[in-house]
Structure formats: structure tokens, C-alpha cells
């Protein structure tokens, strides 16, 4: 079973950059999909981005084509979420999932907020 915990997020301008991390252990990182899915208040949780366990392959939700950019390290068990050109929209807590490519068993971690105000 893997663990992840995420970092990096806080509050930010419009218009500014902020990089997610999201950390895993406990299990083989390179057998995982990743994602970055992302709940805002009121709001269904929606994915953000995906990456698969070689990184040869990325998608991304519709919303943030252009502005993010997922990435991921496999020597050091981490995933990563750049995101650039902020806006308010963007507010929400956003979490990591990883996805055995496999058994499809998911596993989450515990979030971390990005606020994007002036």
C-alpha cells in the first residue's frame, strides 16, 4: 500500500505560479499512474492532470490545458504539478491519487490547499 503526502500549496496572485509535490512511499512508485485531481467548495472533485507510470504519457483536464504541466520522478518516488498563469478559478484543495496500473487500486493523499486571490 502506498502513502503519499502532498506540499507546496498556499496562497498566490493571479496570474503567478505555484509547483505541487505530492511524495509517495510504502510501495514500487513506478507501478503507479499518477493524478492530481483537484475540489473546490461546493464542487465536484475533478481531475487536473494524470500522468502514467513511465511518464510517457500525460493528460489534462480542459480547464488547465496550456497552464499546468504534470511530472513525475521515479527515482524519487515523486510526482509533481506545475502550474502556471493562476487564476481564482483555481482555488481549491488539491490531492494526489495513485492508481496501480495493475489491480486499479487508488489511493489518496491528504490534500493540500492553493488559494489564488489578490
Known amino acids: 500500500q502506498v502513502q503519499l503526502v502532498e506540499s507546496g500549496g498556499g496562497l498566490v496572485q493571479p496570474g503567478g505560479s505555484l509547483r505541487l509535490s505530492c511524495a509517495a512511499s510504502?510501495?514500487?512508485?513506478?507501478?503507479?499512474?499518477m493524478n492530481w485531481y483537484r475540489q473546490a467548495p461546493g464542487k465536484e472533485r475533478e481531475l487536473v492532470a494524470r500522468?502514467?507510470?513511465?511518464?510517457?504519457?500525460?493528460v489534462y483536464g480542459d480547464s488547465v490545458k496550456g497552464r499546468f504541466t504534470i511530472s513525475r520522478d521515479n527515482a524519487k518516488n515523486t510526482v509533481y504539478l506545475q502550474m502556471n498563469s493562476l487564476k481564482p478559478e483555481d482555488t481549491a484543495v488539491y490531492y494526489c491519487k495513485a492508481t496501480h496500473y495493475y489491480s486499479r487500486n487508488d489511493y489518496w493523499g491528504q490534500g493540500t490547499q492553493v488559494t489564488v486571490s489578490s
Open positions: 510504502g510501495g514500487v512508485f513506478g507501478n503507479y499512474h
Open positions: 500522468i502514467i507510470s513511465t511518464g510517457s504519457s500525460t
